[in-house]
């Protein structure tokens, strides 16, 4: 079993959907977690911590349970440049990454 | 700003030949990382430095894969021989000692034939 396991994907959304993606993770003793954004090509860039508490950021949110070792991040009214894979990353001393989901937002 | 410098963006090699990656991070970031992500994939940790001491390189392959930190700023990733297999990108990034933030470099497409 992966450490890190997302959502398969692909996603293709029209503009102005709502889009979630869920990711769970295997180690209990995981202390941080993150989204981050990859384009075509291009190297990650974190997009947002997650926080036990949740927290939003504009039109994402992202949720942790650290009980079901699960984490979520919901795009809202989803734009163009929406488009790329999102890469969930859990951290308990070393960044391990998910597979990634893909996701492309048409108009 | 300057971001993670990496180099060459591009390389292709016949296998069993040797092949070199360098890595120049962000300025006062102590810990440097390479990742290989291969397609389809998300990046897989090679090793880790914190300064010049490599504090977890549990996943390189030692039998081929190398890496050093010589005064612990700049980093180079060495494969020798390569295999096919070892064709993907190779990633490297870096954090500072108060943040958790790991800021890639553009990464190094290695391409073996």
């Known amino acids: 079993r992966k450490e890190v396991e997302q959502d398969p994907g692909p996603f293709n959304v029209p503009e102005g959907a709502t889009v979630a993606f869920n990711c769970t993770y295997s180690?209990?003793?995981?202390?941080?977690f993150f989204w981050y954004r990859q384009d075509c090509r291009k190297e990650p860039k974190l997009l947002m911590s997650?926080?036990?508490s949740g927290n939003e950021d504009g039109r994402f949110t992202a949720q942790l349970n650290r009980a079901s070792q699960y984490i979520s991040l919901l795009i809202r009214d989803s734009k163009l440049s929406d488009s790329a894979t999102y890469l969930c990353?859990?951290?308990?001393?070393?960044?391990?990454f998910g597979a990634g989901t893909r996701l492309t937002v048409k108009p | 700003e300057a971001g993670v410098v990496q180099s060459p963006r591009y390389k292709i090699i016949e296998k069993k030949q040797p092949v070199a990656f360098w890595c120049n991070p962000i300025?006062?970031?102590?810990?440097l990382y390479w990742y290989r992500q291969n397609l389809g994939q998300g990046p897989e940790l090679l090793i880790r430095?914190?300064?010049?001491?490599?504090?977890?390189d549990s996943q390189l392959p030692k039998d081929r894969f190398s890496a050093e930190r010589l005064k612990g700023v700049d980093s180079t990733l060495k494969i020798q021989p390569a295999e096919l297999g070892d064709s993907a990108v190779y990633l490297c990034?870096?954090?500072?000692?108060?943040?958790?933030?790991?800021?890639f470099g553009p990464g190094t497409r290695l391409t073996v034939t």
């Open positions: 990034a870096s954090s500072s000692p108060a943040g958790f933030e790991q800021y």
């Open positions: 180690n209990s003793a995981s202390q941080s």
């Open positions: 997650v926080y036990s």
């Open positions: 990353v859990v951290s308990g001393g070393d960044m391990r």
């Open positions: 300025s006062g970031h102590n810990t």
């Open positions: 430095y914190e300064n010049e001491e490599a504090v977890d």
